[in-house]
């Protein structure tokens, strides 16, 4: 008994500590942003005066890129400040983790992102989201334990956000005091405050929840900020006018196969759709709007807190303004593309027309729903750009094939790009990497058969104006579990 409370508080302390390390990425975004542009000013230093005197505008976009930067900044900050933990992030984590690491392959406690779910002991009996819509009471987010798609509703209520704090004049206060630069309505940031507290764009300071403290908070690597940058794109491919073109090819199809092999969807008794991957959630949200029960399956906190952030807390379209593609000098036609704005979110999540039961479930796809609860319990599946996610893509298969009812659809789209498959001094990493044909013979073996499939050339999170585009020429079916022998079709 003692050995296993010390396990679980073990566990717990893991928890925590790869947590503050996701939210100290958020945090460390400014600081790795304006390093960079420090980077920038100490190369045009170096240049010639005549080659200064011809690129005369490079300190004035060096102003504009911080100014930029403290927009989205401000946007990350907030979006921390209504985050609810789901465990105690000021606990003592000092605790020895030789044993620990010698006896467990729960790898990713140490990967900088975790398993959302509860685990026994631990304080997380409350759900971590919550939301009700103000169209009867539809929520969002709920308990990631996934009981059963009926799963009671819950009636956390979400609380309303500023409705000026997106369009305010300054960004996050991570990095400073604005001083009028006179220059186009960009300013200049510096002399940096602490993190604790943020002003809006009226001058009024707002503090931030003790557990953003900065005692609380580490130094991270930069391949961490790399996932914050990753995530403004994301949100960009989710959740702005600028990423229909790519909802289109991607979500488009899925959603047109999803009406054509459910046409009459029922209010009363809607068919149950899982998506892992939901990544930022729109698909997901866009299922539930065709009448679908929608459960959304994410493992990354990265997206799990963004997530939360849009479909919980904005309340119009267009609430806020980021600025996505400024991490990137190369491949860009001009200054004004590369410091351009972009809107999100592009609709109100809650008056979407969402069906009741939508649902976001957090933690490993595989931990998670290789439980008996979860036997014959989709009418369908769908998977966008998430096979290739997996450590071993045949117990993704399997699982799919489990948890799906006789008769139930696997729609797909994606590539085949291992995640794994480049991971280099990480032990034995498992990375099982198949061929698109050995990918579908092994869907064939766990009873599944290919009603349809084509080829779809897609983008993921890419700037539509850059002169580099990368395109993958996704796969695309839709297959069907056979009903098991000696079952009715």
């Given at each position: 008994?003692?050995?296993?409370?010390?396990?679980?508080?073990?566990?717990?302390?893991?928890?925590?500590?790869?947590?503050?390390?996701?939210?100290?990425?958020?945090?460390?975004?400014?600081e790795?942003?304006?390093?960079?542009?420090?980077?920038?000013e100490?190369?045009?230093?170096?240049?010639?005066?005549?080659?200064?005197?011809?690129?005369?505008?490079?300190?004035?976009?060096?102003?504009?890129?911080?100014w930029?930067?403290?927009?989205?900044?401000?946007?990350?900050?907030?979006?921390?400040?209504?985050?609810?933990?789901?465990?105690?992030?000021?606990?003592?984590?000092?605790?020895s983790?030789?044993?620990?690491m010698?006896?467990?392959?729960?790898?990713?406690?140490?990967?900088?992102?975790?398993?959302?779910?509860?685990?026994s002991g631990?304080?997380?009996?409350?759900?971590?989201?919550?939301?009700?819509?103000?169209?009867?009471?539809?929520?969002?987010?709920?308990?990631?334990?996934?009981?059963?798609?009926?799963?009671?509703?819950?009636?956390?209520?979400?609380?309303?956000?500023?409705?000026?704090?997106?369009?305010?004049?300054?960004?996050?206060?991570?990095?400073?005091?604005?001083?009028?630069?006179?220059?186009?309505?960009?300013?200049?940031?510096?002399?940096?405050?602490?993190?604790?507290?943020?002003?809006?764009?009226?001058?009024?300071?707002?503090?931030?929840p003790?557990?953003?403290?900065?005692?609380?908070?580490?130094?991270?690597?930069?391949v961490?900020?790399?996932k914050?940058?990753?995530?403004?794109r994301?949100?960009?491919?989710?959740?702005?006018?600028?990423?229909?073109?790519?909802?289109?090819?991607?979500?488009?199809p899925?959603?047109?196969?999803?009406?054509?092999l459910?046409?009459?969807?029922?209010?009363?008794?809607?068919?149950?759709?899982?998506?892992?991957?939901?990544?930022?959630g729109?698909?997901?949200?866009?299922?539930?709007?065709?009448?679908?029960?929608?459960?959304?399956?994410?493992?990354?906190?990265?997206?799990?807190?963004?997530?939360?952030?849009?479909?919980?807390?904005?309340?119009?379209?267009?609430?806020?303004?980021?600025?996505?593609?400024?991490?990137?000098?190369?491949?860009?036609?001009?200054?004004?593309?590369?410091?351009?704005?972009?809107?999100?979110?592009?609709?109100?999540?809650?008056?979407?027309?969402?069906?009741?039961?939508?649902?976001?479930?957090?933690?490993?796809?595989?931990?998670?729903?290789?439980?008996?609860?979860?036997?014959?319990?989709?009418?369908?599946?769908?998977?966008?750009?998430?096979?290739?996610?997996?450590?071993?893509?045949?117990?993704?298969?399997?699982?799919i094939?489990?948890?799906l009812?006789?008769?139930?659809?696997?729609?797909?789209?994606?590539?085949?790009?291992?995640?794994?498959a480049?991971t280099?001094?990480?032990?034995?990493?498992?990375?099982?990497?198949l061929?698109?044909?050995?990918?579908?013979?092994?869907a064939?073996?766990?009873g599944?058969?290919?009603?349809?499939?084509?080829?779809?050339?897609?983008?993921?999170?890419?700037?539509?104006?850059?002169?580099?585009?990368?395109?993958?020429?996704?796969?695309?079916?839709?297959?069907?579990?056979?009903?098991?022998?000696?079952?009715?079709?």
């Amino acid at each position: 008994m003692e050995e296993e409370l010390r396990r679980r508080k073990l566990e717990e302390a893991l928890e925590v500590k790869s947590l503050r390390r996701i939210i100290s990425a958020y945090l460390n975004y400014p600081e790795a942003a304006e390093e960079d542009i420090r980077r920038y000013e100490r190369c045009f230093r170096r240049l010639p005066p005549a080659h200064k005197a011809l690129l005369s505008s490079q300190p004035h976009k060096f102003q504009k890129l911080r100014w930029c930067i403290s927009q989205n900044s401000y946007f990350i900050f907030e979006m921390l400040k209504a985050f609810e933990p789901p465990l105690d992030m000021s606990q003592d984590i000092d605790i020895s983790e030789d044993r620990y690491m010698e006896n467990d392959t729960d790898k990713h406690l140490f990967s900088g992102e975790t398993s959302l779910l509860p685990r026994s002991g631990s304080k997380t009996d409350k759900p971590h989201f919550a939301f009700s819509s103000e169209e009867g009471g539809n929520e969002i987010y709920r308990s990631t334990k996934p009981e059963t798609v009926s799963e009671v509703s819950l009636e956390k209520k979400i609380e309303s956000l500023n409705g000026d704090a997106g369009r305010c004049s300054m960004g996050s206060e991570y990095k400073g005091k604005a001083e009028n630069a006179g220059v186009n309505g960009f300013q200049s940031v510096k002399n940096h405050p602490p993190v604790s507290c943020v002003h809006d764009g009226g001058g009024h300071v707002s503090s931030s929840p003790d557990w953003l403290e900065p005692s609380l908070q580490y130094h991270v690597p930069l391949v961490d900020v790399d996932k914050v940058r990753c995530i403004i794109r994301n949100i960009v491919r989710d959740w702005a006018s600028e990423g229909q073109k790519e909802r289109e090819e991607c979500y488009k199809p899925i959603l047109k196969e999803l009406e054509r092999l459910f046409p009459s969807r029922s209010r009363e008794s809607p068919p149950a759709c899982l998506v892992p991957g939901a990544g930022l959630g729109r698909l997901a949200l866009e299922i539930s709007s065709l009448g679908f029960i929608s459960q959304g399956n994410e493992f990354s906190y990265y997206m799990m807190i963004c997530s939360s952030f849009i479909l919980n807390n904005c309340q119009v379209p267009d609430e806020w303004t980021i600025y996505p593609w400024i991490h990137s000098n190369c491949n860009s036609l001009s200054d004004d593309d590369q410091l351009r704005p972009v809107s999100v979110p592009d609709i109100h999540p809650a008056s979407a027309g969402i069906t009741e039961g939508f649902s976001m479930c957090g933690g490993d796809f595989v931990e998670v729903y290789s439980d008996t609860s979860q036997v014959g319990v989709w009418d369908a599946v769908v998977t966008c750009f998430f096979l290739d996610t997996a450590h071993n893509i045949v117990e993704y298969i399997e699982i799919i094939s489990i948890i799906l009812k006789s008769g139930g659809v696997w729609i797909n789209l994606g590539p085949l790009l291992y995640h794994f498959a480049d991971t280099y001094n990480q032990g034995e990493e498992m990375s099982i990497e198949l061929s698109l044909e050995d990918v579908k013979r092994v869907a064939l073996h766990y009873g599944f058969k290919i009603e349809k499939e084509s080829i779809i050339e897609t983008t993921y999170t890419t700037n539509p104006r850059s002169m580099m585009q990368n395109r993958y020429y996704a796969a695309f079916w839709t297959m069907r579990k056979k009903p098991a022998t000696g079952e009715r079709k």
